[in-house]
């Protein structure tokens, strides 16, 4: 509703709230909405923070969940990262290729 009504702020003080108030299991779908705010407004950087933080915090030791990995890759590439955003792209791609061939060669 205030992402809606351009108040861009008061949108990412709640998503930003409620992942402070859950540190130990965030909803994948709050951790994606936030970061479409930022990339919405071109901030790029912060969508990254908050992607690399969930990986962190809530992904340790995991691969992020695709929506998540792909929408770090474009940071990336907007960032001029090219080189981050292509091992984003070759970690896609693995995931990709298992989720369509899930036995082995």
Known sequence: MYLKCGQIKR??????DYLK?????ADLSVIILLADVFMEIDAHSNALQHIEHAHMIYYSGKELP??????AGI???FLGNID???????RISNVEFYL?????L
């Open 75 to 77: 940071c990336q590439v």
């Open 84 to 90: 981050k955003a292509e091992v984003c792209c070759f």
């Open 66 to 71: 695709l929506e998540l990995m792909i929408k």
């Open 100 to 104: 369509y061939n899930p036995k082995p």
């Open 11 to 16: 949108c990412v003080g709640i998503l930003e």
């Open 21 to 25: 108030g859950h540190p130990s299991e």
